[in-house]
């Protein structure tokens, strides 16, 4: 894979404003005449049985033709990508995408060094920054299923999954001590697709890392502890047997969105091109190519923008995040303009009536418990994971029946991919089964004036105590500083 990015795909000359400008990136970038998209290869679609069942009941599922790059993103690529796109850089990315492991392995913030040559992948990189970097190069990450099913080829066939040689094969680079060196990329015979290295080199992130809900899945039905998650819960495994594919998702599970770890890397994905148009957004100061957005509210292109004299926010404020809200009187607001206040956010959907309706009873009594200074003062946020049902009038719907009547609560939507961007942030899982309801975990988040977070509640059975002492905390009139004073010396 021969990786191009804005030096031949833009003008020459091209500089920092350009680069910001979303519009511009699009007509001086279009993801046909890219080059990096050439070396996918095409994955026609499929229907096949994953490892893991869709739904209960369920054993298929249908995936439309897709292209998967050719191997792994290499460092050299990855170091052209922060060079044009620098706040990606180690020393300049927000703290909220990107963990103190980011590229921790490279010699500087723009140099490689032994320990990253230019043709190993490149890995210590977190799912933010291999979203932007997909992004910029018109493409996104792959979804689960289409990672798994390209994985699922040796070099004669489509589905070696049930050969026992292969799957020993695949079972010994676990074997293998995590202290070995990285190979080069592309080293060994690709895949029927002529897909290299999906297995026996690295891990590698999927776009919806965040669906694979298993930390609960193996316990009872019974156990209280399963109210962390919003419907049926588990996934469970089709052929348990499979260890590679468990190990995956074992793997992947425990990540969190700004994680980074020795050996795991990424690589893109895009449709079959037929004239479609990627929807993966760009994360703030990064310029997209070819992307368009669903239009559920007026969407950004840049930074999320501060308040007028309210100084530069924190690395790790949730206000990084270019997220814009539709509330549920059809105002479109940014998710920044809650900056100012102590903020409570979780995650639902209008239509659940399991434990969605529970958590929000949890946040009323949360409410009520607050001293009256904090509860006039902290706002409460729930977001919905299904803006495509959820319009401003069912979350309208949702407030009167749900007796929802304080002007310090919101119910908003934001398009798809925003949600999944905030729910990475968030620590929340979630996947949307075919009969069009969610799977979630329950999870409260309380952040303050600078959109630090500062406390969790996870599970509607769990205690809200630390929630409440740290939201009251903030007004305490013992304080000897503004609530959001630590948070701006942090990074």
């Known amino acids: 894979m021969k990786l191009s990015l804005l030096p031949n795909c833009a003008p020459a000359g091209i500089g920092p404003a350009v680069r ?53 993103v290499t460092n050299s690529e990855f170091l052209q ?5 620098p706040q990606w850089r180690r020393d300049q990315v927000a703290s909220l995408f990107a963990d103190n492991g980011y590229l921790s392995h490279w010699a500087g913030a723009e140099a490689l060094g032994p320990e990253a040559q230019p043709d190993q992948p490149v890995t210590r990189v977190s799912w933010f920054a291999a979203r932007a970097y997909c992004a910029v190069n018109g ?18 066939v489509g589905d070696a999954r049930a050969n026992p040689i292969w799957r020993e094969q695949i079972l010994n680079w676990y074997a293998r001590p995590a202290t070995d060196v990285l190979q080069p990329v592309a080293r060994g015979r690709p895949n029927l697709y002529g897909i290299h290295d999906l297995h026996g080199l690295i891990w590698e992130w999927v776009d919806d890392f965040g669906s694979l809900m298993v930390s609960n899945d193996s316990r009872n039905q019974g156990d209280p502890d399963k109210l962390e998650f919003c419907g049926a819960g588990s996934i469970s495994a089709q052929d348990r047997e499979n260890y590679p594919v468990l190990m995956r998702v074992a793997f992947l599970s425990a990540l969190e969105g700004r994680s980074s770890a020795r050996r795991l890397g990424f690589r893109c994905a895009d449709p079959v091109p037929q004239g479609a148009t990627r929807t993966t957004s760009a994360l703030p100061g990064t310029a997209s190519a070819g992307a368009t957005r669903p239009h ?14 309210a100084g530069m926010l924190p690395g790790d404020s949730l206000y990084q995040l270019p997220v814009d809200l539709e509330t549920d009187s059809g105002a479109h607001i940014p998710l920044s303009s809650f900056r100012g206040k102590p903020l409570v956010v979780t995650m639902f959907y209008a239509d659940c009536n399991s434990v969605c309706p529970m958590l929000t009873n949890q946040l009323q009594n949360l409410q009520k418990r607050l001293s009256s200074r904090a509860r006039a003062n902290t706002h409460i946020l ?11 009038a069912a979350l309208s719907d949702f407030r009167q029946r749900h007796h929802i009547g304080a002007s310090t609560w919101t119910l908003a939507r934001t398009d798809m991919d925003s949600v999944r961007l905030l729910a990475a942030v968030l620590g929340i899982r979630y996947r949307q089964l075919p009969d069009q309801t969610f799977n979630h975990s329950t999870i409260i988040t309380l952040t303050n004036p600078s959109g630090v977070i500062q406390a969790r509640s996870v599970g509607v059975l769990a205690s809200d105590t630390e929630l409440i002492t740290a939201a009251d905390s903030m007004f305490a009139a013992t304080a000897t500083s503004r609530p959001d004073d630590v948070a701006q010396r942090r990074r």
Not at 33 to 51: D, Y
Not at 81 to 85: D, K, L, N, R, S
Not at 296 to 309: D, L, R, V
């Open 20 to 72: 910001s400008s979303f519009w511009a990136l699009i007509l001086a970038c279009g993801a046909a005449t890219c080059a990096h998209a050439e070396s996918r290869k095409a994955v026609a679609a499929a229907n096949f049985a994953p490892v893991l069942a869709p739904a209960p009941g369920q054993t298929r599922v249908h995936l439309n033709a897709y292209r998967l790059d050719a191997r792994p």
């Open 81 to 85: 990508f922060v060079h044009e796109q």
């Open 139 to 156: 493409a996104r990450l792959p979804s689960w299923n289409e990672w798994e099913w390209a994985a699922a080829a040796d070099e004669q």
């Open 296 to 309: 559920t509210a007026p969407s950004t292109t840049g930074p999320t923008s501060a308040a007028p004299g």
């Open 382 to 392: 729930m977001v919905s994971l299904d803006p495509s049902h959820d319009t401003a």
